[in-house]
């Protein structure tokens, strides 16, 4: 029975019925016109998602590290001069991607818990007058601490100093769940997956690059063969695959589009605001901090918060899952021991998240910790309680 409960990681993330259904598919021959039919229409309602009318989707049977990957090598050559902070595991990955390429990576180490660090990329980018960086790598949401980045503040740091370089964003654990604007951000190519805000089991990296990236890409020299855009998108544009495409995942994401565009975007924003700020409520109550320094940077996906001092948030964890049989996130390189993480995206109501707050509270009381049962559950019960869009009569 324990199979119902659902998962608070932060990706992959509980699959709704209908999406697990729309994945069962018989063999379909991905050449003839009922295939084309399905697939056609995907890519550019997937646009929608991405806030862009001029990028291009492109997607590839891969994890959303694929989806970097893909990112990185189409658009970047070896040596190629790139800046990228690094606040989190996430943020940490891309930048060991990237040395793996042979790029010329200039880090910029911010404390877990901060974001981007707009200020100090402009200061950079502005002392660059060859432009020598091509490109600024950001992740939107670190999944690890719980932070949203502004990419707009960042895309405000390039056009002041009036830098070229490229804007690559991974938005791996924010797509679908928090309002992304590629064409207003004036993000080149944004990289995001299928087992996170689209609900979808994991095996898709969902991409979308923009003309500026795809005019770049002509004259890029990393090696790509099966993640190469031009194969991807020539095979595209007659509603094919240069390879087997992943049959059951483009008709899930046919159906979460549809779940999407049905609940209506902004409402979906509006949901994950919702579910985050009881979960924070939550963590008010039992008095442990989040790891996100400010409120601008709380993320809406995601919360990572520190257990007291002397606990081992690995511990908790365990406990919850071996205990009571519900997954939360553990704490990730250094957050490893101190903090654990509620993922509050993709397929959840208020009652679900009130389920994972009552659970992590009762594993906390079995372990010791100095909260109050219930005190967390009620402050979340309060908000919800008013904030609920559901009607009321
Ligand atoms: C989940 C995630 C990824 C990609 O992970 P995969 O396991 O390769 O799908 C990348 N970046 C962020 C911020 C993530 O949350």
Redesign the pocket.
């Known amino acids: 029975m324990i199979d119902q409960n659902p998962v608070f990681i932060?990706?992959p993330t509980n699959i709704p019925q209908r999406l697990l259904s729309a994945m069962q598919v018989q063999t379909k021959d991905h050449r003839s016109p009922d295939f084309v039919n399905v697939f056609g229409p995907v890519l550019d309602r997937t646009k929608r998602v991405f806030g862009s009318q001029h990028g291009t989707v492109v997607t590839f049977p891969a994890?959303?590290?694929?989806g970097?990957e893909a990112a990185i090598t189409n658009t970047l050559s070896a040596g190629d001069k790139v800046l990228i902070a690094r606040y989190g595991m996430?943020s940490h990955r891309w930048v060991d991607m990237c040395e793996r390429h042979g790029l010329d990576v200039h880090i910029v180490d911010c404390p877990w818990g901060t974001g981007a660090p707009s200020e100090q990329f402009e200061s950079i980018l502005s002392a660059d007058k060859e432009h020598a960086i091509k490109a600024v790598l950001v992740?939107h949401?670190?999944?690890a601490t719980g932070v949203v980045s502004d990419i707009a503040k960042v895309r405000a740091a390039m056009d002041n100093s009036a830098h070229p370089a490229l804007l690559l964003v991974?938005c791996?654990?924010s797509l679908a769940s928090m309002p992304f604007e590629f064409d207003a951000w004036g993000v080149d190519v944004a990289v995001s997956?299928s087992?996170?805000g689209f609900m979808l089991a994991?095996g898709m990296a969902i991409v979308c690059a923009s003309p500026k990236a795809l005019a770049a890409m002509q004259s890029t020299t990393l090696p790509r063969t099966f993640f190469d855009f031009r194969d991807m998108i020539e095979a595209n544009g007659s509603g094919g695959f240069p390879y087997t495409p992943p049959l059951p995942l483009i008709y899930g994401l046919s159906a979460s589009l549809d779940m999407l565009f049905e609940e209506g975007l902004s409402n979906v924003y509006a949901r994950h605001t919702r579910l985050a700020e009881g979960v924070r409520r939550a963590a008010g109550a039992w008095g442990l901090p989040l790891v996100a320094q400010s409120s601008d940077l709380y993320s809406d996906a995601v919360s990572a918060i520190y257990v007291p001092a002397g606990f081992d948030s690995n511990a908790l964890t365990n406990h919850a899952f071996e205990a009571y049989g519900v997954s939360f996130g553990i704490g990730l390189g250094e957050m490893n021991g101190k903090a654990f993480r509620i993922g509050h995206l993709g397929s959840l109501t208020d009652v679900m998240v009130l389920s994972g707050l009552a659970t992590i509270e009762m594993a906390m009381a079995d372990l010791g910790y100095p909260i109050e049962l219930g005190a967390g559950v009620r402050a979340a019960q309060d908000y919800y309680r008013v904030a609920s869009t559901l009607e009321k009569k």
């Not at 994890?63 to 694929?66: A, E, I, L, M, V």
Request: glycine share 22%; net charge negative; hydrophobic share 15%.
């Open positions: 932060p990706g994890s959303g590290t694929g970097w996430f992740t949401n670190e999944t991974d791996v654990s997956g087992q996170k994991t």
